[in-house]
């Protein structure tokens, strides 16, 4: 059974940053692909980040672009979303997700496998 665990969410300000993880069981994530996305109050899911394959391919949503870095560490079977530069608008239930295989996409319907999510607010 393949458990995704997201942690680090918190209650920042504007400007501030914080680091969130997904840690994996049942799954190796290095030979997924692993994303991160976002889903705000009344707003539906949106992409943040993914990582991928053997060589760490990474994308990232354009509103994020500079500010947030997607890594992985192997040995841990955990990725990690370090977000810098933190905006209200970043406020949001954030979600790790896994594929069945090594592809990519940001739409959710390409990850099968999901986390409980983890709250980051962002105060003004």
């Known amino acids: 059974q393949v458990q995704l665990v997201e942690s680090g969410g918190g209650l920042v300000q504007a400007g501030g940053s914080l680091r969130l993880s997904c840690a994996a069981s049942?799954?190796?994530?290095?030979?997924?692909?692993v994303a991160w996305f976002r889903q705000a109050p009344g707003k539906e899911r949106e992409f943040v980040a993914a990582?991928?394959?053997?060589?760490?391919?990474?994308d990232y949503a354009d509103s994020v672009k500079g500010r947030f870095a997607i890594s992985r560490d192997n040995a841990k079977n955990t990725v990690y979303l370090q977000m810098n530069s933190l905006k209200p608008e970043d406020t949001a239930v954030y979600y790790c997700?896994?594929?069945?295989?090594?592809?990519?996409?940001?739409?959710?319907?390409?990850?099968?496998?999901w986390g409980q999510g983890t709250q980051v607010t962002v105060s003004s």
């Open positions: 049942g799954r190796t994530l290095s030979t997924s692909g």
């Open positions: 997700a896994a594929r069945y295989d090594s592809g990519s996409g940001r739409k959710s319907s390409n990850y099968a496998y």
């Open positions: 990582i991928r394959g053997a060589f760490s391919i990474i």
